[in-house]
């Protein structure tokens, strides 16, 4: 039996305990025995030889794995000086959990117009056409992706975001309609159509509407591309999300979820992706 920890922060954790439990039971079968770990559970540090350790409420401790589902690529990175392997590894944290650098990351790809703005941004960018969209750099599920009409709106859609790190882009013609394009180790699982009941914001969590969507060619060799780009780099998608979205009827990329959701897949179709992944996990784990 594999002790794999499924690590979250308490927050996330405190509204994902159902899908915790779906993964212990489906890794059961498996051999694996799959345990909700909290951040704040955890103390991680050096020891005086220079050797990176984790104590688990006080207990010096090590899982086989770590399946995460949080955020900070510096604590994916700690497990892995630690010899622990983690599903998804460091570098696809730090790259898909800071929307800047998974531009820069897939430059060359089509994406809205992009701006990265200050923390102490006081004005709308030299440029700027209205409307756009602010956003913070470093959010999911939809929060505080606000389209803004004119300076006025702009100053206000700011003074909720900064000084965190955020960006403005171009609104997409197709707006408030995305794809999210499921993939399960390094290959595209299935895709979901989002839309928004109102403005631009289709997440499933947020009252959008989702239906099972078969890709186009153009929606997969974009998909596609971005699988390729990273897993070159050493940082393969095991379970994420490529979010894309559409302008002038051309799909173009939104962002890379690192900590994919998956209560649309099962509202839309009988993949079981939790069995899937655990069962990809599985393989990878006995090949070591």
Not at 192 to 205: C, H, L, Y
Not at 216 to 241: C, K, Q, S, Y
Request: negative net charge; charged residues 20%.
């Amino acid at each position: 039996m594999k002790t794999l920890w499924l690590l979250y922060d308490d927050i996330d954790y405190a509204v994902n305990q159902g899908f915790a439990r779906m993964m212990q039971e489906r890794g059961e079968p498996l051999g694996l025995d799959v345990q909700a770990v909290v951040l704040n559970e955890l103390v991680l540090g050096m020891d005086e030889n220079g050797r990176p350790f984790c104590l688990h409420n006080g207990e010096s401790a090590c899982p086989d794995a770590i399946l995460s589902r949080q955020r900070d690529a510096f604590i994916s990175e700690h497990f892995e000086r630690m010899g622990v392997p983690v599903f998804n590894n460091s570098k696809v944290c730090r790259i898909c959990n800071d929307k800047r650098i998974t531009y820069q990351f897939l430059q060359g790809l089509p994406i809205p117009q992009s701006v990265f703005l200050s923390p102490t941004q006081k004005e709308p960018p030299a440029g700027t056409q209205f409307p756009v969209v602010l956003k913070p750099a470093c959010s999911h599920g939809g929060d505080r992706i606000l389209v803004v009409n004119n300076t006025d709106e702009w100053h206000e859609a700011a003074a909720r975001i900064l000084p965190e790190t955020a960006l403005q882009q171009s609104v997409v013609t197709e707006a408030g309609q995305d794809l999210r394009v499921y993939v399960l180790g390094g290959k595209i699982l299935a895709g979901v159509m989002r839309t928004a009941r109102t403005g631009v914001v289709s997440n499933f969590k947020q009252g959008g509407h989702v239906a099972l969507h078969e890709l186009t060619d153009a929606e997969r060799e974009l998909a596609h591309a971005v699988i390729d780009r990273f897993e070159t780099a050493g940082a393969p998608l095991h379970m994420a999300g490529v979010d894309l979205l559409y302008d002038h009827g051309r799909p173009v990329l939104g962002e890379v979820e690192d900590v994919v959701g998956s209560r649309m897949l099962y509202n839309t179709s009988d993949i079981d992706i939790v069995a899937l992944y655990l069962q990809h996990i599985s393989k990878l784990l006995g090949k070591e």
